[in-house]
């Protein structure tokens, strides 16, 4: 189990979501942004990401075929937000974001937590359709989550949620 749980916040600028907002699909866009994160969560002094296929599109909220998954990150590559990113190699992916660099200069927000970075991205960026709902965080296991639920009562994050159901 890769640590999700950062000790050093990373920070978000509002130069970078502007250039994610560019990128296509909303999904394409969440993958983005996890990509980013999780550049930015390596110790690496590059903006490189290791991460296995199925963590990244998991946090991503972005639940595709492996096809579909290489060719998003391929199309990603072929607009210039990613770098060397060769095909998916034992489910792991190595991308450098930003190749040619974002200059960051507001800080949108802060990111603390690797799980669930689509519904932060959601959350944050969505939109009109999205902008009445508040992210929170799971009562049981803290993960950030977007509540669905027309009365805005939630409490716990969707995996829970169903753990609870079926308990
Ligand atoms: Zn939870």
């Not at 903006?47 to 595709?64: P, Y």
């Not at 590559?77 to 990613?82: A, V």
Request: glycine share 6%; proline share 3%; charged share 20%.
């Amino acid at each position: 189990m890769p640590l999700q749980i950062l000790k050093n916040p990373i920070q978000i600028f509002k130069e970078e979501l502007d250039v994610i907002k560019t990128c296509g699909s909303m999904r394409k866009q969440k993958l983005l942004f996890t990509l980013l994160c999780y550049s930015k969560a390596s110790d690496a002094t590059n903006n490189w990401v290791t991460a296995s296929a199925r963590d990244l599109f998991k946090s991503a909220g972005v639940n595709i075929t492996v096809a579909e998954q290489n060719n998003m990150i391929y199309e990603l590559k072929e607009q210039g937000f990613l770098r060397n990113s060769k095909k998916i190699i034992s489910n792991n992916i190595f991308v450098d974001v930003f190749p040619d660099g974002v200059v960051g200069g507001e800080v949108a927000f802060d990111i603390e937590d690797l799980r669930s970075l689509g519904a932060v991205y959601q959350a944050y960026i969505g939109g009109s359709a999205m902008a009445h709902k508040t992210l929170k965080k799971c009562r049981c296991c803290g993960a950030p989550f977007i509540d669905s639920s027309t009365k805005n009562n939630q409490l716990y994050c969707p995996v829970c949620q169903e753990q609870e159901k079926n308990s």
